[in-house]
């Protein structure tokens, strides 16, 4: 298979010699915020409101749009300790890129976690068995650090896996040339940084900050290794053709986003 691990040489490149495939993600604030889309040989990590786990659905299905439509055409395995999985939003994003809901989930190959030591098995000793079966190019860790926080594992030998975990996911996704996105809470000590400690935090090489007022969403480059920190928006979309919104969305104050 191309771009085993055993296939990637080690060697010295400028930065003008690195040439990487850019992937749009379907969502225009994204792809303008990050340069055009995603490239192949980097790990992103998404942390901040859980909102963020409908954008990385929805990226699983823009995957697999045809080279023609901006898509690469491929499947999208997805190790998942955050439960993000929602049969609905991906018929929704199924259709709204035309394609065929059933075909889209058979190119979505989930694995769920329910605990860490599950978390740790899937991620160091299952991967490479998984891309030998799956010829994905997109690699999703839906909440890395999420069960090691409700297990109480933040210290000592949990962030030791951890950091364990995020070097592996680093060096598998630039040996297979992939895109991996990795998914985190913020920190409980300070919202606008990662849970999952120094580790995760280092071996992601792009950071985006993902939070949630009533009418935006708002993304925050906070780490890119070509672009400056930066922000953006989009509009959330509005409610569906009889849609019944509850009395305390009209109530609410903004939160000044």
């Known amino acids: 298979m191309k771009g085993t691990e055993s296939s990637f040489k080690l060697g010295f490149s400028t930065a003008d010699q690195v040439r990487r495939s850019v992937i749009p993600t379907g969502i225009v604030a994204l792809d303008k915020l990050l340069g055009g889309g995603l490239e192949t040989g980097l790990m992103y990590l998404f942390y901040g409101n859980r909102c963020l786990n409908n954008d990385l659905l929805r990226i699983a299905v823009q995957m697999q749009l045809p080279a023609e439509r901006k898509g690469i055409n491929s499947p999208t395995i997805i190790i998942d300790s955050a439960n993000m999985i929602k049969i609905d939003k991906l ?6 890129f035309e394609l065929e809901p059933e075909e889209v989930m058979e190119r979505i190959f989930i694995s769920r976690a329910f605990n860490s030591s599950q978390t740790y098995a899937l991620v160091m000793e299952q991967l490479p068995s998984f891309f030998e079966r799956v010829p994905a190019r997109l690699l999703i860790i839906a909440g890395l650090p999420d069960l090691y926080i409700s297990e109480k594992m ?49 071996c992601a090489q792009v950071h985006i900050c993902v939070s949630e007022s009533k009418s935006y969403i708002k ?5 890119h290794p070509q ?31």
């Open 227 to 257: 672009y400056p920190i930066r922000h953006t928006t989009r509009v959330k979309p509005g409610p569906r053709f009889g849609t019944t919104l509850p009395l305390s969305h009209f109530l609410d104050g903004s939160d000044g986003e």
């Open 91 to 96: 018929t929704d994003y199924s259709f709204e």
């Open 154 to 202: 933040m210290t000592g030998e949990g962030l030791q896996q951890l950091t364990h975990m995020a070097t592996k996911l680093m060096t598998f996704t630039l040996n297979r040339e992939i895109v991996t996105l990795v998914s985190a809470p913020s920190s409980q000590k300070n919202r606008e940084i990662p849970a999952g400690g120094k580790a995760l935090s280092s």
């Open 219 to 223: 993304y925050t480059l906070a780490k």
